[in-house]
Protein backbone atom coordinates (compact mmCIF):
# COMPACT_ATOMS: atom_id res chain seq x y z
CA UNK A 1 0.00 0.00 0.00
CA UNK A 2 1.17 3.61 -1.18
CA UNK A 3 1.69 5.20 2.24
CA UNK A 4 4.02 8.14 4.37
CA UNK A 5 4.63 6.58 7.71
CA UNK A 6 5.42 8.67 10.17
CA UNK A 7 6.48 8.21 13.67
CA UNK A 8 5.32 8.47 16.49
CA UNK A 9 1.75 9.37 16.68
CA UNK A 10 1.99 11.10 19.55
CA UNK A 11 4.90 12.20 21.99
CA UNK A 12 5.19 14.41 25.44
CA UNK A 13 8.80 15.68 25.91
CA UNK A 14 10.39 19.00 28.21
CA UNK A 15 11.99 21.59 27.04
CA UNK A 16 15.18 21.77 25.75
CA UNK A 17 15.39 17.72 25.27
CA UNK A 18 16.63 17.08 21.56
CA UNK A 19 14.01 15.22 19.66
CA UNK A 20 13.65 13.52 16.40
CA UNK A 21 9.78 12.73 14.25
CA UNK A 22 10.87 10.27 11.66
CA UNK A 23 9.12 10.03 8.28
CA UNK A 24 9.31 7.10 5.32
CA UNK A 25 7.14 6.64 2.02
CA UNK A 26 7.45 3.88 -0.43
CA UNK A 27 6.17 5.47 -3.60
CA UNK A 28 9.82 7.05 -4.96
CA UNK A 29 8.79 10.04 -4.60
CA UNK A 30 11.42 12.94 -5.13
CA UNK A 31 9.39 15.40 -3.07
CA UNK A 32 8.50 15.34 0.45
CA UNK A 33 7.82 18.15 3.25
CA UNK A 34 7.04 18.71 6.73
CA UNK A 35 3.95 20.89 7.74
CA UNK A 36 2.59 22.31 11.36
CA UNK A 37 -0.99 22.58 11.68
CA UNK A 38 -2.72 25.02 14.88
CA UNK A 39 -5.78 26.28 15.15
CA UNK A 40 -6.51 29.39 13.30
CA UNK A 41 -3.34 29.26 11.23
CA UNK A 42 -3.82 25.73 8.89
CA UNK A 43 -1.36 23.94 7.94
CA UNK A 44 2.63 26.05 7.42
CA UNK A 45 5.32 24.29 5.71
CA UNK A 46 8.66 24.13 8.39
CA UNK A 47 10.80 22.58 5.44
CA UNK A 48 11.39 20.67 2.20
CA UNK A 49 13.46 18.51 0.50
CA UNK A 50 13.17 18.25 -3.96
CA UNK A 51 15.59 15.44 -3.94
CA UNK A 52 18.30 13.43 -1.24
CA UNK A 53 20.76 16.20 -0.33
CA UNK A 54 18.61 18.69 -1.59
CA UNK A 55 16.69 20.34 1.80
CA UNK A 56 15.37 23.94 2.01
CA UNK A 57 13.35 26.33 3.93
CA UNK A 58 9.60 27.00 4.32
CA UNK A 59 7.76 29.40 6.05
CA UNK A 60 8.46 28.59 9.56
CA UNK A 61 11.90 26.54 9.72
CA UNK A 62 13.12 28.07 12.71
CA UNK A 63 13.79 25.73 15.32
CA UNK A 64 13.85 22.41 13.33
CA UNK A 65 16.11 20.67 11.08
CA UNK A 66 15.67 17.80 8.38
CA UNK A 67 17.93 15.80 5.93
CA UNK A 68 17.37 14.12 3.20
CA UNK A 69 20.04 10.57 3.32
CA UNK A 70 18.06 8.60 1.39
CA UNK A 71 15.39 8.99 -0.74
CA UNK A 72 12.62 7.33 1.00
CA UNK A 73 13.16 9.01 4.66
CA UNK A 74 13.43 12.75 5.46
CA UNK A 75 12.78 13.24 9.32
CA UNK A 76 12.51 16.38 11.28
CA UNK A 77 14.53 17.11 14.35
CA UNK A 78 14.03 19.86 16.99
CA UNK A 79 17.40 20.30 18.76
CA UNK A 80 15.72 22.15 21.66
CA UNK A 81 12.19 21.97 21.45
CA UNK A 82 10.05 24.82 23.19
CA UNK A 83 6.77 25.49 24.23
CA UNK A 84 5.66 27.14 21.13
CA UNK A 85 6.67 23.94 18.94
CA UNK A 86 3.70 22.46 20.69
CA UNK A 87 1.60 21.20 17.85
CA UNK A 88 0.18 18.75 15.26
CA UNK A 89 3.29 17.75 12.54
CA UNK A 90 2.45 16.09 9.03
CA UNK A 91 4.94 14.75 6.73
CA UNK A 92 3.97 14.40 3.38
CA UNK A 93 5.70 13.40 -0.49
CA UNK A 94 4.65 13.99 -3.85
CA UNK A 95 5.92 12.77 -7.30
CA UNK A 96 6.49 16.71 -8.37
CA UNK A 97 6.00 19.57 -5.61
CA UNK A 98 2.66 21.58 -6.88
CA UNK A 99 1.45 19.77 -9.55
CA UNK A 100 0.54 16.65 -8.48
CA UNK A 101 -1.70 15.51 -5.59
CA UNK A 102 0.48 15.16 -1.78
CA UNK A 103 0.08 12.18 0.51
CA UNK A 104 0.22 13.11 3.90
CA UNK A 105 1.00 10.41 6.68
CA UNK A 106 -1.32 9.82 10.26
CA UNK A 107 0.35 13.00 11.97
CA UNK A 108 2.58 13.81 15.32
CA UNK A 109 0.92 15.29 18.10
CA UNK A 110 3.37 16.87 20.04
CA UNK A 111 3.59 18.65 23.39
CA UNK A 112 6.67 20.41 25.01
CA UNK A 113 6.21 21.05 28.58
CA UNK B 1 -1.07 35.46 4.85
CA UNK B 2 -2.72 32.61 3.14
CA UNK B 3 -2.96 31.83 -0.50
CA UNK B 4 -6.28 30.25 -0.06
CA UNK B 5 -9.29 31.28 1.94
CA UNK B 6 -11.75 28.88 2.72
CA UNK B 7 -15.53 30.10 3.25
CA UNK B 8 -17.67 29.40 5.21
CA UNK B 9 -15.87 28.20 7.99
CA UNK B 10 -18.13 25.92 9.21
CA UNK B 11 -21.11 24.15 8.16
CA UNK B 12 -23.80 22.30 9.20
CA UNK B 13 -25.89 20.34 7.00
CA UNK B 14 -28.82 17.19 7.21
CA UNK B 15 -27.78 14.21 5.14
CA UNK B 16 -28.73 13.68 1.89
CA UNK B 17 -28.17 17.53 0.92
CA UNK B 18 -25.88 19.10 -1.01
CA UNK B 19 -22.66 21.00 0.72
CA UNK B 20 -21.01 23.89 -0.50
CA UNK B 21 -17.94 25.09 -0.21
CA UNK B 22 -15.83 28.30 -1.69
CA UNK B 23 -12.18 29.20 -2.29
CA UNK B 24 -10.43 32.10 -3.23
CA UNK B 25 -7.10 32.80 -3.88
CA UNK B 26 -4.62 35.78 -4.39
CA UNK B 27 -2.20 35.45 -7.24
CA UNK B 28 -1.87 32.72 -10.45
CA UNK B 29 -2.25 29.67 -9.99
CA UNK B 30 -0.64 26.23 -11.74
CA UNK B 31 -3.60 24.30 -10.16
CA UNK B 32 -5.91 24.11 -7.17
CA UNK B 33 -6.25 21.36 -4.78
CA UNK B 34 -8.71 20.08 -2.44
CA UNK B 35 -8.35 17.56 0.74
CA UNK B 36 -10.44 16.02 3.35
CA UNK B 37 -8.89 15.91 7.30
CA UNK B 38 -11.16 13.86 9.65
CA UNK B 39 -10.01 15.07 12.98
CA UNK B 40 -6.55 14.84 14.32
CA UNK B 41 -5.92 12.83 11.67
CA UNK B 42 -3.49 13.07 7.93
CA UNK B 43 -4.97 15.05 5.00
CA UNK B 44 -6.15 12.88 2.08
CA UNK B 45 -6.22 14.46 -1.37
CA UNK B 46 -9.43 14.30 -2.85
CA UNK B 47 -9.26 16.25 -6.26
CA UNK B 48 -7.04 18.70 -8.49
CA UNK B 49 -8.37 21.35 -11.18
CA UNK B 50 -5.32 22.48 -13.09
CA UNK B 51 -5.95 26.34 -14.22
CA UNK B 52 -6.86 25.57 -17.66
CA UNK B 53 -9.80 23.61 -16.28
CA UNK B 54 -12.82 24.63 -15.67
CA UNK B 55 -15.53 21.31 -14.07
CA UNK B 56 -14.15 18.36 -12.73
CA UNK B 57 -16.03 15.33 -11.20
CA UNK B 58 -15.31 12.55 -9.06
CA UNK B 59 -17.59 10.29 -7.84
CA UNK B 60 -20.12 12.48 -5.57
CA UNK B 61 -17.70 15.35 -5.72
CA UNK B 62 -17.65 18.64 -8.18
CA UNK B 63 -15.28 21.46 -8.18
CA UNK B 64 -15.34 24.56 -10.14
CA UNK B 65 -12.41 26.62 -10.88
CA UNK B 66 -13.05 30.69 -11.98
CA UNK B 67 -9.25 32.10 -12.74
CA UNK B 68 -10.77 35.57 -13.51
CA UNK B 69 -12.43 35.54 -9.82
CA UNK B 70 -9.35 33.79 -8.44
CA UNK B 71 -12.01 31.18 -6.73
CA UNK B 72 -12.80 27.50 -6.73
CA UNK B 73 -16.05 25.67 -5.08
CA UNK B 74 -16.02 21.97 -4.08
CA UNK B 75 -19.70 20.61 -4.09
CA UNK B 76 -20.55 17.41 -2.75
CA UNK B 77 -23.54 16.08 -3.93
CA UNK B 78 -26.02 13.71 -1.11
CA UNK B 79 -23.60 14.10 1.76
CA UNK B 80 -23.43 11.32 4.31
CA UNK B 81 -22.32 11.01 8.22
CA UNK B 82 -19.00 10.10 6.84
CA UNK B 83 -18.15 12.86 4.88
CA UNK B 84 -18.06 15.14 8.29
CA UNK B 85 -14.69 16.48 8.19
CA UNK B 86 -12.53 19.44 7.82
CA UNK B 87 -12.12 20.20 3.32
CA UNK B 88 -8.90 22.45 2.62
CA UNK B 89 -8.06 24.30 -0.81
CA UNK B 90 -4.48 24.20 -1.80
CA UNK B 91 -2.99 26.45 -4.42
CA UNK B 92 0.17 25.38 -6.51
CA UNK B 93 1.83 28.85 -7.47
CA UNK B 94 2.29 29.28 -11.09
CA UNK B 95 5.37 30.59 -10.08
CA UNK B 96 6.06 28.00 -7.40
CA UNK B 97 9.75 28.62 -6.18
CA UNK B 98 10.46 27.30 -3.15
CA UNK B 99 6.79 27.25 -1.90
CA UNK B 100 4.65 24.10 -3.72
CA UNK B 101 1.35 23.83 -1.59
CA UNK B 102 -0.45 26.66 0.48
CA UNK B 103 -3.16 25.74 2.06
CA UNK B 104 -6.29 27.89 3.48
CA UNK B 105 -7.45 27.60 6.80
CA UNK B 106 -10.44 24.99 5.95
CA UNK B 107 -14.10 24.37 6.48
CA UNK B 108 -15.55 22.28 9.24
CA UNK B 109 -18.18 20.11 7.59
CA UNK B 110 -21.13 18.27 10.23
CA UNK B 111 -23.62 16.22 8.35
CA UNK B 112 -26.03 15.32 10.72
CA UNK B 113 -27.53 11.97 10.28
Known amino acids: EAQVTQNPRYLITVTGKKLTVTCSQNMNHEYMSWYRQDPGLGLRQIYY???????DKGDVPEGYKVSRKEKRNFPLILESPSPNQTSLYFC????????????FGSGTRLTVV | SQQGEEDPQALSIQEGENATMNCSYKTSINNLQWYRQNSGRGLVHLILIRSNEREKHSGRLRVTLDTSKKSSSLLITASRAADTASYFCATALRDTGRRALTFGSGTRLQVQP
Open chain 1, 49 to 55: SMNVEVT
Open chain 1, 92 to 103: ASSEDRGRSGYT
